[in-house]
């Protein structure tokens, strides 16, 4: 069974500092990752996404993720947060068939001046 | 290309009432899935279509829920009768095939039960 842990619902960073978002995995055979934002009143929109390629991924507005197999891990970063990164991140697993995703609970990213 | 759109936005009803969510996948994608998301939880899959046929429903909470997707292109969710543990944000995504990876999201449609 597929499931994933996101940890921390709200993150609190300043324009300009780190962003760093968790996500944990449990998958039985080979995960496939994706993050997804959430901007109000707009649907999922894809971040970034690994299928087994390299294991540094890069997306769209200069996040990124690392699928880190022993630590079962694919955080999300960004090294410089800007306000209008201030969204709702939805962490997301899938296998082989790629029919569901399994998603976290999601971290609401607040970005202060 | 328009993306995956919803209807309506926002739905507010009366439990035991009956109510009926609308999806219209991107155009000529035959994969067609519908997603809810509880009081802030994490979304969960209800099911997934491909063309009209339904490849797998296993997320569908019990029968009051009933997918359609006439004819393979937009598909409804009638959840009759609605009760109160049914509300929350229901989310539909297609993808053209399923060797694509990606989903693409609806904004979603705000289901409130009272």
């Known amino acids: 069974a597929q499931s994933v842990t996101q940890l921390g619902s709200h993150v609190s960073v300043s324009e300009g500092a780190l962003v760093l978002l968790r996500c944990n995995y449990s998958s039985s055979v080979p995960p496939y990752l994706f993050w997804y934002v959430q901007y109000p009143n707009q649907g999922l929109q894809l971040l970034l996404k690994?299928?087994?390629?390299?294991?540094l991924v890069k997306g769209i507005n200069g996040f990124e993720a690392e699928f880190k197999k022993s630590e079962t891990s694919f955080h999300l970063t960004k090294p410089s947060a800007h306000m209008s990164d201030a969204a709702e991140y939805f962490c997301a697993v899938s296998v082989y068939n790629f029919n569901k995703f399994y998603f976290g609970s999601g971290t609401k990213l607040n970005v202060k001046p | 290309e328009a993306g995956v759109t919803q209807f309506p936005s926002h739905s507010v009803i009366e439990k035991g009432q009956t109510v009926t969510l609308r999806c219209d996948p991107i155009?000529?994608?035959?994969?067609l899935y519908w997603y809810r998301r509880v009081m802030g939880k994490e979304i969960k899959f209800l099911l997934h279509f491909v063309k009209e046929s339904k490849q797998d429903e296993s997320g569908m909470p019990n029968n009051r829920f009933l997918a359609e997707r006439t004819g393979g292109t937009y598909s409804t969710l009638k959840v009759q009768p609605a009760e109160l543990e049914d509300s929350g944000v229901y989310f539909c995504?297609?993808?053209?095939?399923?060797?694509?990876?990606?989903?693409?999201f609806g904004p979603g449609t705000r289901l409130t039960v009272t």
């Open positions: 155009s000529g994608h035959d994969n």
């Open positions: 690994y299928t087994s390629a390299a294991t």
């Open positions: 995504a297609s993808s053209q095939d399923l060797g694509e990876y990606e989903q693409y």
